[in-house]
């Protein structure tokens, strides 16, 4: 028999569970060994080794493997067949160095592969989702792979279910099984037995992994897991963070082919360039130029740039978690430094959620309470009179407010924690506050139903049973309210006049203006039959309002900075609420998101009424939207980015993950979020708060300029190295001094070392520079614009030109001063590693070299010296004037090429600041 068709009451027999206590912990390994863990396969991570010998695949070395077999076959061919051993082993040196180069290489890949995996598994870790589940007697949240066969589950609307179970208790259930059976509508749910035979979309006691609550409340138990479940059946692997690769990383695969074809064809042309100056097709002249082809080829490839931009954004991604932004793929990182629009929910991210009732207005009268947060203790006093009769005048108001309310308050050591939503909670200190408690009442009346709160309706109800006599208690926004109701009760009778009614709107509105959130309780008896069978609209019709709430909800402090910070950066920043109109304009002044008293404020129910074409006229100048349902959201954001905003929106409940999906960056609460707007968004909050976001904006326009600035040197570093081989090849022409024409500017060792380590090991430390100082100045970039655009290319050719140029006159000038080629070359070499090592602290400025700190990045100045004191060394320790092909210098010559190699930067960079020059 299959589950569905077996009474709750078997199903918990055949499980051994106690409904009461869930399972136990040594239940739970037992279930765990027999029926395995509750995940689906994943994707298996390639072994180390693997991932080492990746590092071999790259075109670069696979280009020096071919070097290591011509040196190879060079010093065989001179030992051998030339007799030659010192020109023999010269080759095998150069063999044994380039292979030592390449392992070095390798490992610096390998390591940077494993620190982004480590990154990418530990925010796939913080990405995992939870659920509620009965153990020990508690109920507790726990990772959705810990779930076992057996365990009770508890899930609420907006929650997946995450294994397949069989509902044994359920509370207006409804859910979507739209991945399993097609079907978009939500299905609603019961603990009935069904009989017959029943398609999966039919077995409605029945929740299936994967699937999402809608509406209500269910309690489960699990009868499948992992691949077991309905899903597992039809699915293959499942990725938890998405890993595809993000816009910018498929602009610098694209760049690196393009520059790796003119490498191709600079190499093909020294060939054929070789070969012409010699006169003649022979194995000489081909081998002649073969070494500087290869130098050039090494020189050309900006080999590191996939490798190192895809780390820089697994480690920005990491960061940006540290500071509680939890990004889901890596295309966010990038898309988030471009956000031009950012809209907020209110309640809990702009605000505290730290509610207290601090006025109520019931039966006719006014009640200020005194007591901030959720102690229950405080005052309440009608005019002045704390009486319990004067209070007693309230009482309807006050049942309705502590009934139809799903919260509780824990002490703790004198400490008070709210258990539920922080509006409910109010309201439960509130009725504390005079000695009405939930519990208490319950003890002679009956809780029979409960619909549940949505942000559409905007109300929540419950009906309780007292005797025979059956009441609906109904409570939400106070404008929702009273087109629900028929009057207002005052002095223990229903008005229903329209003077009372504007009255209480007034009342209402008054509050709000206060910044108050604002919650209206209505009553009315109902039939048993009503009870049990009416429906929502049926029920929450012709009710009698007895009182409204005014409740505290104070702005964080913090925010106001942040709203600063975003409006200088050109991010406008607009509040969505589902609160009051009011409320929320009087929140927004208070937190500058707008500065005027009477700034426009749109309702959702007139934008119910606008066509896409008039609501896509109001978004540019509203920064408030109030009474708003998710629905409206997707509206909003389509408008805004018809004018290309890069558009950034938040939301915590189920109706609002489709919001978030369209949004270029949609952003889930992690505290308060349910589990399915977590799934959709791109951003997680860790912390609620709406300074994360600014702090993630600004950590995405950091780590996109870094790496624009890596690019930008690698780039113009690369040019240089080709400049100085190029221009050596086509002007070098006749013998200087000691040194015979064709002698090649740099040797390919030499330019090995510098592509590989002088060069790399400081630019990759510019994807992890600080943010520059003006980056919250500028507005953001636009997301169409290349990273090479704005004048980055000029700047790169022609930085790239001088620094090429320079390496070529300083070789030419120590050939003329009479210098052997090692030593010339050596000089060619030095100029080319110190002119690099200025650059880049020119590169890590959007500006210029003297609008940053050059002191900031440590881990780049360290670099620097690494790199400075190592190129120095192999020009003077014997065994790499052997390999590389250098020789130690004078003193003073060192210390002019130090000097000398800082001018194409010093000039430029100088003219530059001077007169405001764009173009390099
Ligand atoms: P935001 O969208 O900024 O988070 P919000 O929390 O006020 O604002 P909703 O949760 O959609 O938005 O609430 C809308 C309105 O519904 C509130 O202003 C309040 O009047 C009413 N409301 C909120 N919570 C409840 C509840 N638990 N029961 C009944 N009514 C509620």
Not at 904 to 910: A, C, F, K
Request: proline share 3%; glycine share 8%; aromatic share 8%.
């Amino acid at each position: 028999m299959k589950f569905y068709q077996q009474s709750k009451d078997k199903i918990i027999e055949q499980f051994n569970v106690d409904i009461q206590n869930g399972l136990t912990d040594e239940q739970v390994s037992q279930q765990r060994d027999e029926f395995g863990e509750n995940k689906l396969p994943e994707k298996k991570e390639d072994p180390y080794w693997k991932v080492f010998l990746k590092n071999f695949k790259e075109p670069i070395v696979i280009v020096l493997m071919g070097a290591i077999v011509l040196s190879l076959l060079s010093s065989f061919y001179s030992i051998q067949i030339e007799g030659n051993m010192e020109s023999g082993m010269e080759s095998l040196y150069e063999a044994i160095a380039i292979f030592v180069l390449i392992l070095i290489n390798a490992f610096l890949g390998f390591w940077q592969e494993i620190s982004a995996r480590k990154s990418l598994n530990a925010l796939k870790e913080m990405n995992t989702r939870h659920t509620t589940v009965l153990r020990n007697g508690q109920w507790e949240t726990i990772p959705v792979n810990e779930l076992v066969v057996g365990d009770v589950v508890s899930n609420t609307v907006g929650d997946f279910v995450e294994a397949d179970v069989r509902w044994v208790d359920t509370n207006e259930l409804q859910v979507i099984e739209a991945h399993l059976t097609g079907e978009a509508d939500a299905i609603e749910k019961d603990t009935k037995v069904i009989n017959e035979d029943a398609e999966l979309g039919d077995q409605t006691n029945m929740g299936f992994s994967g699937s999402t609550v809608s509406n209500g409340q269910g309690t489960g138990v699990v009868v499948a897991v992992g691949q077991d479940t309905e899903l597992g059946n039809i699915a293959q692997m499942i990725e938890s963070v998405e890993t595809k690769p993000s816009p910018l990383q498929n602009t610098v695969n694209k760049l690196t082919k393009t520059l790796m074809f003119v490498a191709g064809g600079v190499v093909v042309f020294t060939i054929v360039a070789g070969i012409i100056q010699a006169g003649e097709l022979s194995f000489d002249s081909i081998a002649s130029v073969l070494s500087t082809s290869i130098a050039l080829a090494v020189a050309s490839i900006p080999d590191a740039l996939p490798a190192v931009l895809s780390i820089v954004l697994t480690i920005g991604a990491s960061k940006m978690a540290k500071d509680k932004g939890l990004i889901k793929s890596l295309s966010s990182v990038e898309t988030l430094g471009a956000t031009s629009y950012i809209a907020s929910d209110k309640t809990g991210t702009l605000t505290k959620n730290e509610m207290t009732v601090v006025q109520y207005h019931a039966n006719g009268q006014d009640y200020k309470v005194t007591g901030l947060g959720y102690k229950p203790e405080g005052e309440i006093k009608n005019n002045g009179d704390s009486s319990d009769s004067s209070v007693e005048k309230s009482r309807n108001f006050l049942l309705g407010a502590v009934l139809c309310n799903e919260s509780a308050i824990q002490e703790n050591n004198g400490e008070y924690q709210p258990l539920g939503t922080p509006t409910e909670v109010a309201l439960t200190v509130l009725g504390r506050k005079v000695g009405i408690s939930r519990e208490e009442l319950l003890e002679n009346k009956e809780l029979i139903r409960t619909l549940p709160f949505s942000s559409s309706r905007k109300m929540m109800s419950v009906v309780v049973k007292e005797g025979d006599k059956y009441t609906l208690y109904t409570k939400g926004a106070p404008d929702v309210l009273v087109n629900h109701s028929y009057g207002i009760l005052k002095n223990d009778q229903v008005d229903t006049s329209e003077q009372e009614r504007t009255n209480f709107l007034t009342t209402v509105d008054e509050y709000a203006e206060g910044a108050l959130r604002t919650l209206a309780v209505g009553q009315k008896e109902i039939s048993e039959d009503e009870a049990t069978n009416g429906t929502v609209e049926t029920l929450e019709e012709d009710l009698v309002i007895t009182g409204v709430a005014g409740i505290i909800d104070p702005a964080r402090e913090e925010v106001k900075e942040s709203v600063r910070i975003l409006h200088n950066a050109q991010v406008e920043v607009v509040m969505i609420t589902g609160d009051h109109e009011k409320t929320a304009r009087a929140i927004a002044q208070e937190l500058g998101i707008v500065k005027d008293k009477n700034a426009p404020v749109i309702r959702g129910a007139e934008i119910e009424e606008m066509t896409d074409e008039e609501l896509f006229e109001k978004v540019k100048d509203t920064n408030v939207y109030a009474r708003v349902s998710p629905e409206h959201k997707q509206r909003i954001v389509k408008q805004l980015q018809k004018y290309g905003q890069i558009t950034a929106m938040t939301g915590d409940g189920v109706n609002d993950a489709p919001a978030l999906r369209i949004a270029d960056i949609g952003i889930a609460m992690g505290i308060t979020g349910t589990e399915v707007t977590k799934d959709s968004s791109d951003l997680v909050l860790l912390d609620d708060k709406f300074t994360t976001i600014e702090r993630a904006v600004e950590n995405g326009r950091t780590i996109y300029g870094n790496i624009k600035n890596f690019i930008r040197h690698e780039i113009t570093t690369n040019v240089a190295e080709v400049l100085s081989i190029l221009i050596g090849l086509l002007f070098f022409t006749q013998t200087v001094g000691h040194i015979p024409a064709a002698t090649p500017t740099l040797t390919a060792l030499m330019v090995l070392w510098v592509n590989m380590i002088s060069d790399a090991v400081p630019s990759f430390s510019l994807g992890y520079d600080v943010a520059e100082k003006n980056i919250m100045d500028d507005g953001p970039r636009d997301p169409n614009e290349s990273i090479l655009a704005n004048y980055t290319w000029s700047r790169v050719l022609i930085r790239g030109f001088f620094m090429g140029l320079l390496v070529y006159v300083a070789f030419l000038w120590a050939a003329h001063e009479g210098m052997a080629a090692d030593q010339a070359q050596t000089v060619a070499f030095l100029t080319l590693v110190y002119g690099q090592l200025w650059h880049v602290f020119d590169a890590r400025s959007s500006k210029t070299l003297f609008r940053r700190n050059p002191f900031e990045n440590k881990y780049l100045v360290a670099a620097v010296l690494f790199a400075g004191i190592s190129s120095f060394l192999v020009t003077i320790i014997p065994f790499f004037n052997l390999v590389m092909g250098t020789a130690p210098l004078e003193g003073s010559v060192y210390l002019m090429v130090l000097f000398i190699s800082a001018l194409p930067t010093l000039i430029l960079s100088g003219i530059k600041e001077l007169f405001g020059i764009k173009i390099w």
